[in-house]
């Protein structure tokens, strides 16, 4: 198994950066398959985007495409997402999730993180 721990959300006014981390414990994080998901209120969880094990960016949702970069450090056991020109329809938790299977990752994930919240207001 992998735990992963999520950090970095918080209040930041349209416009706005902010960058999560996504901690990782337990077995070998670098052989994972990494993704961000998010949940805003009264919405079902949207993939975000999603990395492979070596790095490689895979996809981003349309409506973060430009916006938000997604990054790994294996050294660091991390997951990292970047994001720019923050939107309050940006608004949601945001949970990291971990699978071996690519296809397996963008239908949801093995493993998932607490969340955590990133507001952006108007």
């Known amino acids: 198994q992998v735990q992963l721990v999520e950090s970095g959300g918080g209040l930041v006014q349209a416009g706005g950066s902010l960058r999560l981390s996504c901690a990782a414990s337990?077995?070998?994080?670098?052989?994972?398959?990494m993704g961000w998901f998010r949940q805003a209120p009264g919405k079902e969880r949207e993939f975000v985007s999603y990395?492979?094990?070596?790095?490689?960016?895979?996809d981003y949702a349309a409506s973060v495409k430009g916006r938000f970069t997604i990054s790994r450090d294996n050294a660091k056991n991390t997951l990292y997402l970047q994001m720019n020109s923050l939107k309050p329809e940006d608004t949601a938790v945001y949970y990291c999730?971990?699978?071996?299977?690519?296809?397996?990752?963008?239908?949801?994930?093995?493993?998932w993180g607490q969340g955590t919240q990133v507001i952006v207001s108007s």
């Open positions: 990395i492979t094990s070596s790095g490689i960016i895979g």
């Open positions: 999730a971990a699978a071996l299977s690519i296809t397996t990752l963008k239908l949801g994930g093995e493993y």
């Open positions: 337990g077995r070998t994080f670098s052989i994972y398959n």
